[in-house]
């Protein structure tokens, strides 16, 4: 970055999901020698994802990843992460009623009866939205008409506008 002197072995990396957020003093050039963008993953990068996400899990036959993919167009791998939890999750609480809190150990064949199906991704995917299209919350200034100084012409051709 500007105004360091030259050393070796030091790299300066930065990362975000919200570039246009970023103060444009540090994006001038000569601030980073490049920028790397990462994108929204395709159906191929999705279903990898899913497959990391879910190698640890225990899947029914039914259960088709190539499916899920088709129903997460925009999410990205911190979008699948949660979504295979949440699925894990919809398994586990199906057999809460079969599990003793009170033991320190549970049944073997209660832990082999579990397995993540179709239906607790279709559930899932009810509870979790892609951060790309997540709603932003936009805060406004609470200022009326009455508070804008001057203008009058201009103040009363926007009343009329609107």
């Not at 159906?43 to 497959?51: I, N, P």
């Not at 979008?79 to 049944?107: F, G, N, R, Y």
Request: charged share 30%; proline share 3%; with cysteine.
């Amino acid at each position: 970055m500007d105004g360091m002197k030259s050393r070796a072995h030091v790299i300066v990396l930065g990362a975000t999901n919200r570039p246009n957020n970023i103060d444009a003093a540090l994006r001038r050039f000569g601030r980073f020698d490049r920028e790397n963008e990462i994108g929204v993953p395709d159906e191929v990068g999705r279903l990898k994802v899913l497959r990391i996400q879910t190698k640890n899990m225990r899947l029914s036959d039914d259960v088709n990843l190539e499916w899920v993919v088709k129903d997460t167009h925009r999410y990205v791998g911190a979008d699948l992460a949660p979504l295979s939890t949440e699925a894990a999750l919809q398994c586990i609480k199906e057999k809460m009623d079969l599990i003793d809190l009170e033991d320190e150990s549970i049944d073997v064949e209660i832990l082999n009866s579990m397995a993540v199906t179709n239906q607790h991704f279709t559930t899932a995917l009810g509870t979790n939205n892609p951060s790309a299209l997540r709603e932003t919350i936009v805060e406004l200034p609470n200022v009326t008409y009455e508070d804008i100084g001057g203008v009058g012409n201009v103040k009363r051709e926007l009343k009329e506008t609107v």
